[in-house]
T-cell receptor
Framework: GAGVSQSPRYKVTKRGQDVALRCDPI?????LYWYRQALGQGPEFLTY????????KSGLPNDRFSAERPEGSISTLTIQRTEQRDSAMYRC????????????FGQGTRLTVV | KQEVTQIPAALSVPEGENLVLNCSFT??????LQWFRQDPGKGLTSLLL?????REQTSGRLNASLDKSSGRSTLYIAASQPGDSATYLC????????????????FGKGTHLIIQP
């Protein structure tokens, strides 16, 4: 696609529910990154993929968070048993590869847990 | 652990002024440094990317410099315009020695810039 696409743009969920956030990277981009951004802060790294391989998941806050990219294109970030503290903007970025690392971001998914 | 600091946190200047935004990072073993612009309710827009071997990059009225050894970068905006009002974020990536390339970005908190008409 022309840019990184994230869906949904907004998600309101009740505490305890599972949510799945989707990211469709720029066509041909090998590397895909997930970030979380709290209000007034810079984005915080969660995890990233090269092709379908998850290279680093050290930024995932706990085991309720997981991500996958099964075919090396679209990625899903899943949060199980959501808590209010999970409320944030979730951002996805892609880059051509791990060497050409200029990152291009989607518009994000605003998650609100009530 | 890499830490990125941006100074000032907020800045308000009259239209037409030249200005400098500062970014510092604690670990000089970076792969590259990237400056982004963030508008309210929107995504991040990449402005400039400087590889660790480079000293500066220019795009239009923007010039970014990098002093890797001292852990500093500056973003210079010439002849500022109201449309430049946004939050500017600095981010660095770390070099991955196994397989080469870089991993994810570490961001500063940003500088909130307001250009007064």
């Amino acid at each position: 696609g022309a840019g990184v696409s994230q869906s949904p743009r907004y998600k309101v969920t009740k505490r305890g529910q599972d949510v799945a956030l989707r990211c469709d990277p720029i066509s041909g981009h090998v590397s895909l990154y997930w970030y979380r951004q709290a209000l007034g802060q810079g984005p915080e790294f969660l995890t990233y993929f090269n092709y379908e391989a998850q290279q680093d998941k050290s930024g995932l806050p706990n085991d309720r968070f997981s991500a996958e990219r099964p075919e090396g294109s679209i990625s899903t970030l899943t949060i199980q048993r959501t808590e209010q503290r999970d409320s944030a903007m979730y951002r996805c970025a892609s880059s051509l590869d791990r060497v050409s690392t200029e990152a291009f971001f989607g518009q994000g998914t605003r998650l609100t847990v009530v | 652990k890499q830490e990125v600091t941006q100074i000032p946190a907020a800045l308000s200047v009259p239209e037409g002024e030249n200005l400098v935004l500062n970014c510092s990072f604690t670990d000089s073993a970076i792969y590259n440094l990237q400056w982004f612009r963030q508008d309210p309710g929107k995504g991040l827009t990449s402005l400039l990317l400087i590889q660790s071997s480079q000293r500066e990059q220019t795009s239009g009225r923007l010039n970014a410099s990098l002093d890797k050894s001292s852990g500093r970068s500056t973003l210079y905006i010439a002849a500022s315009q109201p449309g430049d009002s946004a939050t500017y974020l600095c981010a660095v990536s770390r070099e991955v020695y196994s397989g080469g390339g870089a991993d994810g970005l570490t961001f500063g908190k940003g500088t909130h810039l307001i250009i007064q008409p």
